[in-house]
């Protein structure tokens, strides 16, 4: 079955700073990626959508300025989180797939702000 | 209009018992209804989908009803066993990209032996 590796996950980063989280599809090739985000004991919400070699949308209320999305090859899409703080804390999961063979949720990242 | 409401927001049932979790939409446009369970520190693993040109899909232990009319879902579990508790998640999308989803609030089950 499809398989998506998130890296790492767990991280945590001084408020400030900036940290990246990779979405990897290992056995399958995604033309698309998507970011979502977790707060504790809450639902997940969609952050943004990314098409390899395309500039990622983000939904409303999201800052494409602070939560960088690169989607440069067919297998790996990037976020990071700009001069995190600590209510960027949360759990970060993407999924990939395509649109015939639907999409598969990575093992999520928790990222702590200090 | 976006939203997917989901009930109850836990739920306690005893070991053989049946697990039932609600949700309803408003958006008619949606038109793929996945079910996800999701372990403490994991990504959500989807458990079963149902589109709306059918009332009822079942696989395994775990059955999905449908009732268009009602813009309303359920997941019910059959057989209920402790190692079902966790977070179940309702969410809808458009058929044209399922992986667009909308998620319910989520219902934490505990299954109790």
């Known amino acids: 079955g499809a398989v998506v590796s998130q890296h790492p996950s767990r991280v945590i980063c001084k408020s400030g700073t900036s940290v990246k989280i990779e979405c990897r599809s290992l056995?399958?090739?995604?033309?698309?990626m998507f970011w979502y985000r977790q707060f504790p004991k809450q639902s997940l919400m969609l952050m943004a959508t990314s098409n390899e070699g395309s500039k990622a949308t983000y939904e409303q209320g999201v800052e494409k300025d602070k939560f960088l999305i690169n989607h440069a090859s067919l297998t790996l899409s990037t976020l990071t989180v700009t001069s995190a703080h600590p209510e960027d804390s949360s759990f970060y999961i993407c999924?990939?797939?395509?649109?015939?063979?639907?999409?598969?949720f990575g093992s999520g990242t928790r990222l702590t702000v200090v | 209009q976006q939203q997917v409401k989901q009930s109850p927001q836990s739920l306690i049932v005893q070991k053989g018992g049946i697990s039932i979790i609600n949700c309803a939409y408003e958006n008619t446009a949606f038109d793929y209804f996945p079910w996800y369970q999701q372990f403490p520190g994991k990504g959500p693993a989807l458990l079963i989908a149902?589109?709306?040109?059918?009332s009822e899909k079942k696989e395994g232990r775990f059955t999905i009803s449908f009732n268009k009319s009602a813009k309303q879902f359920s997941l019910h579990i059959m057989d209920s066993q402790p190692g079902d508790s966790a977070t179940y998640f309702c969410a809808a999308s458009i058929s044209g990209n399922t992986g667009k989803l909308i998620f319910g609030q989520g219902t934490t089950l505990q299954v109790k032996p």
């Open positions: 999924s990939a797939g395509t649109a015939n063979y639907g999409y598969t």
């Open positions: 056995d399958f090739q995604a033309t698309t």
């Open positions: 149902i589109r709306p040109d059918v």
